[in-house]
């Protein structure tokens, strides 16, 4: 029987609520147990979209050519014909508002040399970077393969990435409605509009992996991610998500103790049942005096959404691994926390200093 009333186990594969800021999770079942992501797999296609955008490697108004193979992908689509072009902000939006099948084959051949598969392998070895530890993808949609697997643990902290690494792009998780073409595509995340709060995310659907949803919700400068897999049908997830946050945040008000971690990679192991709580503290390294080059190249340590979570961050950064900071609002409203004006050598060097100990973080230009 699942903890949440009126809605049994057999319901759902798998849930687990967590604070996207601490990556404290809240409440989990069956977190690590592999399942087929589905469409969920389209926030990594996005995240790397991204990245990309990020790099200067593409930009929001290039145009992407349309192959025959991704004109082919069934059966959710927007009906693209081959050889003709979108864009790739309206391609984001195809892929995050409609999770269009043939709009991510696209985004997956321009992103990495013209064939899907290629893109694939990207996915899987940038899932083992951010520390998705049981997750395998064979395609940039989520179209079904018994060997595209992941868990709702890594789930959770591959769009726990996505925040934190590209809040600049996060705006389109939590689109409505978009048109295209004159016609009106509605997104399938019915708790966009409806639960207080909710910003995002993304859900998914095959026939193997039933029905999945990411939900997000900020409420007092709190922000919490909910990941529901493999539920029975469309009413069931949307449930199921809502239960989760709200579990959560009456957590959080009655200053619960938090279960685990959600943490990308780090050189610690990931806490176990007889080990529930891995503190900031854990394999703690004497700080270090940081010297570095002057250049164009910069280290981001996350992104929050109050000014206390980035000064908190800003403290252990400083604490843990002796560098000084800076604190930027950006336009979303979110606090980075960033050294700016550092050589690209020095950038890497204080990137592996940082996740040596523990801390997340990612290089920026």
């Known amino acids: 029987m699942g903890v949440f009333c009126g809605a049994n186990a057999a319901d759902y594969r798998a849930v687990l609520v967590a604070d996207i800021d601490s990556g404290r999770v809240l409440y989990q079942e069956h977190a690590n147990e592999l399942n087929y992501p589905a469409s969920l797999t389209k926030i990594m296609t996005l995240y790397l979209t991204f990245d990309a955008l990020e790099h200067k490697r593409l930009h929001l108004d290039d145009y992407l050519i349309v192959s025959k193979y991704a004109a082919d992908a069934q059966p959710v689509k927007l009906g693209l014909a081959a050889g003709s072009k979108i864009t790739v902000e309206d391609a984001i939006k195809a892929v995050a508002v409609h999770s269009a099948n043939d709009v991510a084959r696209v985004l997956a051949e321009n992103l990495k040399g013209g064939k899907e598969g290629n893109f694939a392998g990207l996915m899987t070895r940038v899932a083992n970077e951010i520390g ?34 590209f809040p600049q792009y996060w705006k389109y998780f939590g689109i409505k409605t978009w048109t295209y073409n004159g016609k009106t595509y509605t997104n399938t995340n019915r708790l966009l509009g409806v639960y207080p709060g909710c910003d995002g995310m993304k859900t998914g659907f095959t026939n193997k992996s039933k029905y999945s949803l990411v939900a997000t919700a900020k409420r007092s400068n709190r922000h919490l991610i909910a990941v529901v897999l493999g539920a029975e049908n469309k009413d069931i997830r ?15 008000g009655e200053n619960q103790n938090y279960e685990m971690p959600v943490q990308m990679r780090t050189n610690t192991a990931m806490p176990t049942q007889n080990n529930p709580i891995m503190k900031y503290t854990q394999d703690y390294k004497e700080p270090k005096k940081v010297a570095y080059n002057v250049g164009g190249a910069g280290v981001q340590f996350g992104a929050f959404s109050s000014m206390e979570s980035a000064q908190r961050q800003a403290a252990r950064v400083k604490d843990t691994i002796g560098v000084n900071t800076n604190i930027e609002r950006n336009d979303s409203g979110l606090y980075r926390v960033r050294m700016t004006g550092i050589s690209e050598s020095d950038a890497s060097r204080i990137k592996n200093l940082a996740v040596a100990n523990g801390i997340d973080c990612y290089i920026f230009h």
Do not use: Q, W
């Open 238 to 252: 949307a449930n199921v998500a809502t239960k989760m946050l709200n579990l959560g945040f009456a957590k959080i």
């Open 132 to 165: 998705l530890e049981h997750t395998n993808f064979e395609n940039s949609s989520g179209l079904p393969n018994d060997d595209h697997m992941s868990t709702a643990r890594d789930i959770a902290l591959l769009s726990m990435a996505v925040y934190k690494h």
